[in-house]
């Protein structure tokens, strides 16, 4: 198959790509550092795709392909939910819905010492970074941000967890906020954490909210945006008459 190629990475940003397409030229590109993310790979100067999808960019300076997929492939500094499956003396177990347990230093929180190193029963969720992912290696956790501090990051209690498509993470996770959040955010109170890897907390004080919620955003994926706040409306509205 004959790849396309382009000095210009513009040319490609939010297209869809397949593999083997040639996204940047570096040679094109002086005195400039960027990052990939999921789904392509660096041979000299070219940086070439590997899965089909479509190519997105953040500033500064981050390509990664954007696909929708039921298993997560680990993607360094990617915010995702876990769950504990065991306890070591150094780390934690975690299923992160990808190819492999990850792991989660027993020190890898804001302030960590052998002191006060967390209790985590098996099946805890917990919102993490990823710290590597390297091929053939399990990847590496973190629950503190790139300067040490803990942020978000933690144990979620309570609430509900479910799972859906890496391609629906993404648009909960896009800017501006994606129109179902939007539309629901307006009319109740609840609290909710999007990992990269196809998994969603929702935790509200009323359940039938939580319930709404979580129903809303799973029915979100094939929507358009219009389409997404008459759902969410509807949705709403038959709250209200009950």
């Known amino acids: 198959m004959e790849s396309k190629s382009s000095g210009s990475p513009a040319t490609f940003i939010d297209n869809l790509v397949v593999p083997g397409d040639v996204v940047v030229d570096l040679s094109s590109m002086t005195n400039q550092t960027i990052k990939l993310g ?73 302030g960590g010492t052998r002191r006060n190193i967390p209790k985590f029963e098996a099946g805890t969720l917990l919102y993490v970074r990823v710290v590597k992912a390297n091929p053939g290696m399990s990847p590496e956790l973190s629950c503190t941000d ?23 993470s993404r648009m909960l996770l896009s800017s501006p906020t994606c129109p179902v959040l939007e539309a629901l955010g307006k009319k109740l109170s609840f609290e909710i954490a999007v990992g990269l890897n196809g998994r969603v907390w929702v935790n509200a004080n009323s359940p039938s909210i939580v319930i709404i919620v979580a129903n809303a955003i799973m029915n979100s994926e094939t929507l358009s945006g219009i389409q997404q706040k008459i759902m969410a409306e509807k949705l709403l509205q038959k709250i209200q008459n009950d």
């Open 38 to 110: 999921g789904g392509l790979r660096q041979d000299c100067d070219a940086i070439s795709v590997m899965k089909a999808g479509k190519l997105r960019f953040s500033k500064p300076n981050k390509y990664w392909v954007e696909t929708s997929q039921k298993r997560y492939v680990p993607c360094a500094e990617d915010s995702i939910l876990g769950i504990v499956v065991d306890s070591k003396s150094d780390n934690f177990l975690i299923d992160m819905k990808g190819p492999a347990l990850a792991f989660l230093p027993v020190l890898a929180f804001e």
């Open 146 to 168: 790139a300067s040490g501090k803990a942020a978000e990051f933690g144990a979620l209690k309570d609430g509900y967890m479910f799972e859906c498509s890496t391609g629906l």
